[in-house]
């Protein structure tokens, strides 16, 4: 476990079950859903670049401030659709997973950014689901069943903040997750949903 994060912890506080994302797909849920809608919005800018320029030309606008409109075009199209790299190395190699005898949570170790960390507390989870993908590994959705859906599923890094219990707290692509089943609170509903093995989809 990350040194700086033992200082958020209780003082009768004690991690039980501790984990990190395996490697990301960009093509899977929920990462696909804001990845094309970031790719299709590059696309765009990058079509109106193209035709401005056309445009410009025909107009007769000088050359230098063409170009440097489309260039500036250009890098916001570049910086929208390599979002989703980034983030899946952001979330690949700075996030981490914990279960204490009082909260799940998660937590972000980059030097560069402050400590992140949002969490739930064990007797205020009413619900877990559980998604096994075909590579065996887990992602968990601590929260409301409406917000797991496929259009709500979200990869904001490193997840939603503490204090908005209306979306879920997710535990991406966990390998050890049957590990942490016990440690669910007992009155929680727990669904499962298997990818590798569909027939046993509840």
Request: glycine share 0%; net charge positive; charged share 25%.
């Amino acid at each position: 476990m990350d040194s700086k994060i033992k200082r958020f912890l209780n003082a009768d506080e004690k991690v039980l079950w501790e984990s990190r994302p395996q490697k990301v797909s960009l093509t899977e849920a929920p990462h696909i859903f804001i990845a094309i809608l970031r790719w299709v919005i590059s696309i765009a800018i990058v079509v109106f670049a193209a035709k401005y320029f056309v445009y410009a030309q025909s107009m007769e606008i000088e050359l230098t401030k063409s170009t440097s409109v489309c260039a500036i075009l250009a890098l916001c199209a570049f910086v929208i659709a390599s979002r989703p790299f980034k983030d899946k190395i952001r979330l690949e190699n700075n996030i981490r997973y914990i279960v204490t005898n009082q909260r799940m949570m998660a937590y972000s170790t980059s030097k560069a950014n402050r400590v992140y960390y949002p969490y739930r507390k064990l007797d205020k989870i009413d619900e877990v689901t559980i998604i096994e993908n075909k590579e065996g590994n887990a992602t968990m959705y601590i929260g409301k069943p409406k917000v797991y859906t496929a259009l709500f599923q979200r990869s904001d890094l490193p997840v939603v903040p503490a204090t908005d219990e209306d979306k879920p707290l997710i535990f991406y692509n966990i390998k050890n997750w049957e590990e942490v089943k016990p440690l669910i609170p007992s009155n929680a509903k727990v669904n499962f949903i298997s990818k590798a093995n569909p027939q046993t989809n509840n």
